[in-house]
């Protein structure tokens, strides 16, 4: 056993990282590969459930260091599938990789501030599915449009708490 994996820990409990090669790409499903700009220059990972990006330059050496060290995750948390469907995550939604013509929606500073506590800001009427919210050209998270409701999908624990003062949000 490689050094640090054992002795009373519970290191042996985490899932261990499937990488894929190169000639596997393709068993990232397309769904998410159609949100990252250049889908081919990457490593697709998947770590329990959850894909995960990495430069292919490095993914060699992120298979070395998790062969000899406990690695709870390296790379860029992309989203899960589940129930066929595809769930970007938040990473995602913030990075600079992401593929031109995604839907997304502006809003103004009340929105982005009622969005960043996770309240539900005033969102324009239109197809549903995954939007990526912005103020200012800066990507805030993701919400999801469903027919009858919008789900704000910002991470709970990362929520603005404070009151706001009146005539700000």
């Not at 469907?85 to 600079?96: G, I, R, S, Y």
């Not at 009340?110 to 599915?129: C, F, T, V």
């Amino acid at each position: 056993r490689p050094a640090g994996r054992g002795g009373g820990h519970s290191w042996d409990d985490a899932p261990d990282l499937r990488y894929l090669s190169p000639s596997r790409q393709a068993a990232a499903p397309a769904e998410m590969r159609a949100w990252v700009m250049s889908p081919e220059e990457w490593s697709w990972q998947e770590q329990a459930g959850v894909w995960l990006l990495v430069p292919s330059a490095q993914a060699a050496a992120c298979r070395l260091l998790n062969d000899r060290f406990r690695l709870r995750r390296s790379g860029l948390r992309v989203g899960a599938m589940a129930h066929g469907q595809f769930n970007p995550d938040h990473e995602l939604a913030m990075c600079t990789m992401l593929a031109a013509g995604l839907p997304e929606v502006s809003v103004d500073l009340p929105g982005a501030l009622r969005y960043l506590k996770r309240e539900l800001p005033d969102l324009p009427s239109g197809e549903k599915g995954w939007l990526i919210l912005r103020h200012q050209g800066l990507a805030l998270g993701l919400a999801k449009k469903l027919p009858n409701r919008i789900n704000n999908y910002y991470p709970q624990e990362w929520r603005i708490r404070a009151n706001l003062p009146e005539g700000i949000a």
